[in-house]
C-alpha cells in the first residue's frame, strides 16, 4: 500500500493548486487503483483559498464516491492559533467495523505520543464553532482574507525586473506567492525585509515600520 499526501488548497510554498480537472483525474487513478493507494489529504489552509467549502471540495467528493482516505486538518492559521497547534485526523473507512479498528490503534498511538493533548487552543476552536453568532462572524472574517484568483493583481504588487516575469500564477491561490526568480527576490532592499529566502515566502514580519 502506497500512501499520497496531498494539499488541498493554497499549496505551501508553490501556492500552485490543482483545478477541477486534474483533482477528478486524481480521483479516477485512486479509484482505479483502490487498494494500492491511499489517498492522505493535508488541510492547512482550509477558508483562506477560495472559501471554506472550495477549499475541500476534493476531499467531500472522494467521501461521496465511498473513498477510504485521511484527511488531516489544522486551524494554526484560520484561527490564528500557531502557538496552541490545535487540528484534528479524519479517517474515512468503508465499514463500520474497519472504522473502529482505526479508531482503536489511533488511541494507541495517541497514548503512546501524548497521551493528553493540551486543551486551550482546542477549547477556543470548539467554543467558536459551537456558537451560531460566533461561528458567522469567524466565517465573516475569515472570508475576508480569501485569495481569489486574480493574477493580475498579485502582479501588479510584486517588485518585478525581469523581462520574462514569470512567476507561477496561471491555475494558483495568490495566497503563497513562490518566489520562483533571484531576480525578484534581489529586488527587495535589505533595507525593507531581513530575511527572504530565494526559493520561498518572506518573512514580512521582519518589515521595518514605516517601510
Not at 471554506?52 to 488531516?72: N, S, T, Y
Not at 481569489?148 to 501588479?156: D, F, H, I, R, Y
Amino acid at each position: 500500500m502506497l500512501f499520497l499526501l496531498f494539499q488541498v488548497a493554497a499549496h505551501n510554498p508553490t501556492g500552485v493548486d490543482l483545478t477541477d480537472g486534474e483533482w477528478d483525474r486524481v480521483l479516477s487513478l485512486f479509484k482505479e487503483r483502490k487498494g494500492d493507494l491511499f489517498p492522505v489529504f493535508d488541510s492547512a489552509y482550509q477558508g483562506l483559498a477560495k472559501g471554506l467549502d472550495e477549499d475541500v471540495a476534493i476531499v467531500r467528493k472522494f467521501h461521496k464516491e465511498g473513498m477510504e482516505f485521511i484527511v488531516c486538518n489544522s486551524h494554526s492559521k484560520n484561527f490564528g492559533l500557531y502557538g496552541e497547534r490545535v487540528g484534528s485526523c479524519f479517517v474515512a473507512c468503508e465499514s463500520a467495523e474497519i472504522a473502529s479498528n482505526v479508531s482503536s490503534r489511533c488511541q494507541l498511538r495517541i497514548r503512546w505520543n501524548y497521551s493528553v493533548p493540551p486543551l486551550f487552543g482546542a477549547r477556543i476552536v470548539s467554543a467558536i464553532l459551537g456558537d451560531a453568532k460566533l461561528r458567522a462572524e469567524w466565517e465573516q472574517e475569515l472570508a475576508g482574507e480569501t485569495r481569489p484568483n486574480q493574477p493580475s493583481e498579485a502582479k501588479n504588487h510584486m517588485p518585478y525586473t525581469s523581462s520574462s516575469d514569470h512567476m507561477p500564477y496561471t491555475s494558483s491561490s495568490d495566497h503563497m506567492p513562490y518566489t520562483s526568480s533571484l531576480e525578484l527576490v534581489g529586488a527587495v532592499p535589505t533595507d525593507i525585509l531581513v530575511l527572504i529566502s530565494h526559493d520561498h515566502d518572506p518573512n514580512l514580519a521582519g518589515a521595518k515600520a514605516g517601510k
